[in-house]
C-alpha cells in the first residue's frame, strides 16, 4: 500500500442503530486516525435521528429522520459525510456477531462467505439475516468497495474445548451447537488498549443493553458467559439469559408457543424489562428503584447477582483475579450498578466499583468501531 492509505469506514449495527467511525491511516503509524463518527438510532421507527460528531467531539451533523432500514441509515450516513467533505471511504469493515462454525476468523467478505454466512443464519435468525441485508445494500452504494468482515466469536477461538462444550450429544456438538461467545470485538479493543499492562487473570464485563464476561488468562478468552448465541449467559435489557431448559418444554407444552414465540420471548421480552415491568433501561431502573419501586429493585437485584456470580466463578477457573475491567453503557456510566456488583467480592480484593479506590478495578470505553478499523486495515494491506 502507498503511504496514503484509504479511508476506512467501520459499521457497528444493532437491532435499530447503526454507528460507525470513518478513519485514516497514515503508513508507519500504529493506530488509524477517528476524522467523523457518530450513528443513526431509531432504525424501523418513525423517530429516527442521525447525528455525527468529529474527531474532537464536535457535533457537526445533527438531524432527525425516518429511517426504514440499516441499508436506508447508511445510505443518509454516506450523504451527511458527503455534505461535510469528509473523504470518501475506499474500504468498509463490519462487525458480524455471529458466523457459525465454519466462520471465526476475520476476513475479506466473498461470494463464498456470503453462502456460508447464508447457510449458518439458524445460529444467529435475528443477527444473520440483516448483516447480509446491510451488506448487500452496501455493495449497491458503494460498487466495488472491499468489505471485510470482523466477526465477535472470532475472539474467543482460544476456550480450550471443555469450555466450549455444553452437556447435550456428541452429534449436536459437530453440528455447531457448542458456546462461541461475543462481544469479542469489544474484548479485543480492551486487550489491545491495555497492552502491556494488562495483567495474566483478567475479568471483563462488558455491561449494556447486551451484556456478557469473558475470563481472560495473558489476555486470551479461556470462558464466556454468552453461549450458542447471544441470548445466553447473564440477562440483560430484553434478554433472559440463563436459565433452566425445562422452562422453555414447560412453555412449549402449556402455552403451546412455536420456536418463532420463543425467540421473540428470549430476545425481547424477558430480562430486566420482563422483571421490572416493562423498563430495560439501567439508568431508569435505578431513578425508579430509588423512589421506591420494588419492581425495579427486583430487576437490578437479579442483574447485579449474575454478575457477581460470573465474577467469583471465573477468578476461580482463573486461580485468582489480577484486575476486573468494567466497560460498555453501564459498565463504564454507572456507578451504582459498579458498587452494586462489586459488594461482597473483597475476598477477591476488590473493595470499590471505583479505579480511585480500588487498584483491582478499571473503567474502559468499548471501543468496537476502532477495533473493526485496525483489523480492517490489517487485512487491506
Known amino acids: 500500500m502507498s503511504d496514503a492509505q484509504p479511508y476506512v ?45 468529529d474527531a474532537t467531539g464536535a457535533v457537526r451533523f445533527d438531524e432527525a429522520y425516518a429511517l426504514g432500514s440499516q441499508g436506508h441509515a447508511l445510505r443518509v450516513i454516506l450523504e451527511a459525510m458527503a455534505r461535510l467533505g469528509s473523504g470518501r471511504p475506499e474500504a468498509i469493515g463490519h462487525r458480524m456477531v455471529h458466523g457459525g462454525p465454519h466462520l471465526r476468523e476475520h476476513q475479506k467478505i466473498t461470494p463464498a462467505l456470503l453462502q456460508k454466512l447464508k447457510a449458518a443464519t439458524q445460529f444467529a435468525p435475528i443477527h444473520i439475516p440483516a448483516a447480509l441485508q446491510l451488506i448487500h445494500e452496501t455493495e449497491e452504494l458503494l460498487p466495488n468497495l472491499p468489505q471485510y468482515a470482523c466477526f465477535d466469536t472470532a475472539f474467543h477461538r482460544t476456550m480450550a474445548e471443555a469450555a466450549r462444550h455444553f452437556a447435550l450429544p456428541q452429534r449436536l456438538y459437530d453440528k455447531g451447537v457448542e458456546r462461541f461467545g461475543f462481544h469479542g470485538l ?43 448465541t447471544p441470548v445466553g449467559g447473564i440477562p440483560m435489557a430484553t434478554r433472559s439469559g440463563d436459565f433452566d431448559p425445562g422452562v422453555v418444554l414447560f412453555l412449549m407444552r402449556t402455552e403451546h408457543l412455536t420456536a418463532d414465540e420463543l425467540e421473540s420471548l428470549l430476545n425481547r421480552s424477558s430480562g430486566l424489562s420482563a422483571l421490572s415491568g416493562g423498563e430495560p433501561d439501567m439508568r431508569v431502573l435505578e431513578d425508579s428503584a430509588a423512589k421506591g419501586d420494588l419492581r425495579a429493585q427486583l430487576a437490578i437485584d437479579v442483574f447485579s447477582l449474575a454478575v457477581r456470580k460470573q465474577i467469583g466463578a471465573y477468578a476461580a477457573e482463573l486461580g485468582g483475579l489480577d484486575l476486573l475491567i468494567f466497560t460498555g453503557g453501564i459498565g463504564e456510566h454507572s456507578t451504582a450498578a459498579r458498587r452494586r456488583i462489586c459488594q461482597g467480592l473483597e475476598f477477591l480484593g476488590i473493595n470499590s466499583g471505583e479505579p480511585a479506590q480500588c487498584s483491582k478495578v478499571r473503567v474502559l470505553p468499548s471501543e468496537e468501531e476502532l477495533q473493526i478499523a485496525r483489523i480492517t486495515y490489517r487485512l487491506l494491506q
Open 9 to 53: 469506514l467501520a459499521v457497528n449495527s444493532g437491532s435499530s442503530s447503526l454507528k460507525f467511525g470513518l478513519y485514516s491511516h497514515a503508513a508507519g503509524t500504529d493506530e488509524p486516525e477517528l476524522l467523523l463518527a457518530g450513528g443513526a438510532s431509531g432504525i424501523g421507527h418513525a423517530n429516527g435521528r442521525l447525528q455525527i460528531k
Open 186 to 228: 469489544s474484548y479485543e479493543s480492551i486487550v489491545h488498549r491495555m497492552g502491556s499492562q494488562l495483567p495474566d487473570r483478567v475479568i471483563c464485563a462488558h455491561l449494556g443493553a447486551g451484556a456478557s464476561l469473558v475470563a481472560l488468562r495473558q489476555g486470551r478468552s479461556i470462558d464466556t458467559s454468552m453461549g450458542m
